[in-house]
């Protein structure tokens, strides 16, 4: 019972390169999200998705993309790695039914020098 | 916007002590609410929930009741245990049901 699977665990990264942190989840759920977690201010959504091939924006998205093709799969990609964007990354879903609580993977914790 | 604030941590509090962990939200319509607890190097569990006004949620020892009146969500137990030392994040998901907003966390330790 995986549950949702995050990948890498850790990376880091230098200023200007690029990556993709991988969330893949195995309970059919319809939505997917992906949050950063920084000291003092709780976890802030950067994307969401409802659904396969549809996508939004979420309070903090700049810098960030985010496709999602199947259900089960859905990946964020950092263009141009700044410092700013040093953080825990958590990918959570859920089957997007009234009152159901996010599913969460254990996180990627991202570096950027 | 929708909004949660909690209490800012650390919190340390003895073993066997009483916690209690204060949250309040601003949100329109009806939403549901959430205590979620992070232990290190995890990603965040669902503690408990409340779905709708003078709900009481409870597991592990731990309660919350949903206060419409007061737009609060306090989390207390009465006995804590060293094994309850986490991060605990208190969150609403609007009536829309896509996006949930999340205070900032409160850390507690709990010393034998």
């Known amino acids: 019972n995986a549950g949702v699977t995050q990948t890498p665990k850790f990376q880091v990264l230098k200023t200007g390169q690029s990556m993709t942190l991988q969330c893949a989840q195995d309970?059919?759920?319809?939505?997917m999200s992906w949050y950063r977690q920084d000291p003092g201010m709780g976890l802030r959504l950067i994307h969401y998705?409802?659904?396969?091939?549809?996508?939004d924006q979420g309070e903090v998205p700049n810098g960030y993309n985010v496709s999602r093709s199947t259900t089960e799969d859905f990946p964020l990609r950092l263009l141009s790695a700044a410092p700013s964007q040093t953080s825990v990354y958590f990918c959570?879903?859920?089957?997007?039914?009234?009152?159901?609580?996010?599913?969460f993977g254990n996180g990627t914790r991202l570096t950027v020098t | 916007g929708d909004s949660v604030t909690q209490m800012e941590g650390p919190v340390t509090l003895s073993e066997e002590a009483f916690l209690t962990i204060n949250c309040t939200y601003t949100a329109t319509g009806y939403p549901s609410l959430f205590w979620y607890v992070q232990y290190p190097g995890e990603g965040l569990q669902l503690l408990l929930k409340?779905?709708?006004?003078?709900d009481k949620g409870s597991n592990k020892g731990f309660e919350a009741t949903y206060r419409k009146e007061t737009t609060s969500f306090h989390l207390e137990k009465g006995s804590v245990q060293v094994s309850d030392s986490a991060v605990y994040f208190c969150a609403l998901l609007n009536t829309g049901g896509f996006k949930t907003i999340f205070g900032a966390g409160t850390r507690l330790f709990v010393k034998a």
């Open positions: 409340a779905t709708k006004a003078d």
């Open positions: 998705s409802v659904g396969a091939g549809i996508t």
């Open positions: 309970m059919n759920h319809e939505y």
């Open positions: 959570a879903s859920t089957p997007g039914t009234a009152n159901s609580p996010l599913h």
